[in-house]
């Protein structure tokens, strides 16, 4: 099916299921319950879960195929964003033509990196990278918003204006991001007893995009392309040894990352039509490093957990606050619950990193393999499980 093996199909169709399923697989708990703090099925999270999935999908295919580690992806997913705004400031607020702009801006400026970059390879290349991205950072910072030619527009962000030209929008056409009239802010929710369920226009674009990417990915990852990114990260000096030149497939999967980025970065302002210098900072290329290790390196559907992961962390752990630990432990004794208050308040709000490096260096100590070997443990304990139950259930039953 779609040119995939029975595994391959599984997979994607897991993924669709799961995808467009969000709004309720997220919402497990009711709208009034202490615990609807942990529900991530609102608009704005959900779009931030398949973006960054994108994002790390695409890292996956240099990083967990080619082994070259870059700390600047950053830069495409930030050169996108300006692109995509530029589109809708001067031309019009459909997404369509943003986010083509945005894949093919990112493609070319990943050409020009990755030209220079891979001549060297390891940490050489990943400070280069780095390096860019930084470089990057500040010309959209501070250069380039010099009012002659104002391209980023610095620290407040490039955004779109009333005087704005934008030539092809028209009366009719809604004055925010649409998909040939179809606002990327539309909302549909359902209430279903105590659940309330949000059907946002704009994630469902953005996951059809994801869904798309990812049944790409499966097939580079399948691909005799993918099988010389694998022969590269397996022993890269043995290949050149026999005269092939691995540039070129290097350069490939660096380009192809980089539009992932772009694509990703692209849809960013297709849901918020603002871009600012902060998406290109060497912190957001280390967030896409720790998204793809964390669910898997080198997995087709790793990195995807693993943007989920951190961006729920992300959104629900910091906004949990004393008041809401009250809340929790209001049936114990006063002196016990401000004790709990206390040692649990370090972990939460703002030091939801501290809970994310503590869960990452647990996940990276007894799961090398990321999120994805521990379903693959968990799903082979149950099946071990399962053939035990059936060997002691065939040792009892009575004989005929």
Not at 231 to 258: C, D, E, H, W
Not at 332 to 351: C, N, Q, S, T
Request: glycine letters at 12%; proline letters at 4%.
């Amino acid at each position: 099916m779609f040119g995939l093996d029975k595994k391959d199909t599984t997979l994607l169709i897991v993924v669709a299921i799961l995808t467009l399923l969000a709004p309720f697989i997220l919402n497990p708990f009711p709208t009034e319950s202490g615990l609807a703090q942990f529900n991530a099925g609102y608009p704005d999270l959900m779009q931030r879960f398949v973006i960054f999935g994108i994002f790390a999908v695409g890292f996956n295919i240099l990083f967990g195929l080619t082994g070259y580690l870059s700390f600047g992806h950053a830069a495409f997913l930030g050169v996108g964003s300006y692109s995509a705004v530029w589109i809708f400031k001067l031309m019009t607020y459909n997404i369509l033509p943003a986010i083509v702009l945005a894949v093919v801006v990112a493609g070319l400026f990943s050409l020009l990196i990755g030209y220079v970059s891979l001549r060297r390879s390891g940490i050489y290349f990943s400070i280069l990278t780095l390096a860019f991205a930084q470089m990057s950072f500040a010309l959209a910072y501070s250069v380039l918003s010099n009012p002659k030619f104002n391209l980023t527009n610095g620290e407040t962000g490039l955004q779109v204006y009333a005087d704005d030209p934008q030539i092809f929008h028209r009366e009719g056409l809604p004055d925010l991001p649409h998909l040939f009239g179809l606002s990327m802010r539309s909302t549909y929710s359902m209430d279903v007893g105590p659940w309330s369920f949000d059907f946002n226009a704009g994630y469902y674009v953005c996951a059809i995009v994801m869904m798309l990417a990812f049944y790409l990915s499966i097939r580079i990852f399948r691909s005799p392309f993918g099988m010389m990114l694998r022969a590269v990260k397996s022993n890269q000096q043995r290949m050149n040894y026999t005269g092939l030149n691995t540039r070129p497939y290097t350069l490939a999967a660096f380009v192809i990352s980089g539009m992932y980025a772009g694509l990703a970065g692209g849809l960013m302002a297709a849901m918020d039509p603002l871009a600012g210098a902060e998406r290109m900072q060497w912190t957001a290329s280390g967030e896409v490093v720790l998204m793809t290790i964390l669910g898997g390196t080198g997995t087709l559907i790793g990195p995807v957990l693993g943007a989920g992961f951190i961006k729920y962390f992300e959104n629900i752990f910091s906004k949990i606050n004393d008041n809401v630990l009250h809340s929790w432990f209001a049936f114990l004794p006063d002196g016990m619950e401000d004790a709990l208050v206390f040692l649990v308040h370090p972990f939460i709000g703002k030091g939801w990193h501290l809970t994310l490096g503590i869960l990452f260096m647990l996940v990276v100590i007894f799961l090398p393999g990321g999120l994805v070997e521990g379903g693959q443990r968990l799903a082979k304990w149950i099946r071990g499980r399962g053939k035990a139950d059936d060997k002691t259930t065939g040792k009892t039953e009575p004989a005929e």
